[in-house]
């Protein structure tokens, strides 16, 4: 009889550390919900146009191309010919009034010069007040993306709140999955102030 009990404390005891397991590996998971955020970030600054011309201020501009909305960088090259300039040359030439517009309409605010071969951009001089109205966008970007990490976060506590009420975790493995997820979003967080120290830096460097 003793020795079947033992046998059942055995049984319980791996089955709740099979569950505390694959709910780890569920939280584990959702570093690609953070992920996304990092990545979403990273692509909606580039396109903030700093002193120094850079292909990821163009890379992701939308452009219309054989029916469908595409990214520049999937209908040409891309090169940086100086500091202050760029050349876009479509593969297929009949793209380049396509590509044109698409520069224009983007909000870039930067004139393109299209010779008929490719389209060259030239960076003008950022004024001061310039520099100043880019680093409030960048800030608010910056923002958006911590109250993205919030929200990851929340959803993730509700998850263990809930399995904690519903008895599948015990309080101790509540309190053990909230602090590892909390060290995930530390560390999310502490990126997205590197990020936008880093483009920070880029803006207002004259």
Same mark, same amino acid.
């Given at each position: 009889k003793?020795?079947?009990?033992w046998?059942?404390?055995?049984?319980?005891?791996?089955?709740h550390?099979q569950?505390?397991?694959?709910?780890?590996?569920?939280?584990a998971?959702?570093k690609?919900d953070f992920v996304?955020?990092i990545?979403?970030?990273?692509?909606?600054?580039?396109q903030?146009?700093?002193?120094?011309a850079?292909?990821?201020?163009?890379?992701?501009i939308?452009?219309?191309?054989?029916?469908?909305r595409?990214p520049l960088?999937?209908?040409g090259?891309?090169?940086?010919?100086?500091?202050k300039t760029?050349?876009?040359?479509p593969?297929?030439k009949?793209l380049?009034?396509?590509?044109e517009?698409?520069?224009?309409d983007?909000g870039?605010g930067i004139?393109p010069?299209n010779d008929?071969?490719l389209?060259?951009?030239a960076l003008?001089e =950022?004024?001061? %007040?310039?520099?100043? $109205?880019?680093? &409030?966008?960048l800030?608010?970007k910056l923002e958006n993306?911590?109250?993205?990490?919030?929200k990851?976060?929340?959803?993730?506590?509700e998850m263990i709140a809930?399995?904690?009420?519903?008895?599948?975790?015990?309080e101790?493995d509540?309190?053990?999955?909230?602090?590892?997820?909390?060290? =995930?979003?530390? %560390?999310y967080n502490? $990126?997205?102030? &590197?990020?936008?120290?880093?483009k920070?830096?880029?803006?207002t460097?004259?």
């Open positions: 003793k020795k079947w009990l046998y059942n404390c055995y049984i319980v005891t791996l089955l550390c569950i505390v397991k694959l709910f780890i590996m569920n939280i998971d959702s690609k996304q955020v990545d979403f970030l990273k692509s909606d600054i580039s903030l146009r700093t002193g120094r850079s292909t990821a201020m163009v890379e992701d939308s452009v219309e191309a054989y029916g469908s595409q960088k999937a209908v090259s891309i090169t940086v010919l100086d500091a760029l050349n876009i040359e593969w297929d009949s380049l009034g396509a590509v517009k698409g520069i224009r983007s870039l004139n010069v008929g071969r389209i060259r951009l003008p =950022l004024t001061t %007040e310039r520099r100043a $109205e880019l680093t &409030k966008v800030h608010q993306a911590r109250i993205s990490i919030r990851v976060r929340e959803e993730v506590r809930s399995e904690e009420k519903d008895k599948t975790i015990s101790d509540k309190y053990r999955l909230q602090e590892d997820l909390e060290k =995930l979003v530390k %560390e502490e $990126e997205i102030k &590197k990020i936008g120290e880093g920070e830096k880029e803006i460097t004259v």
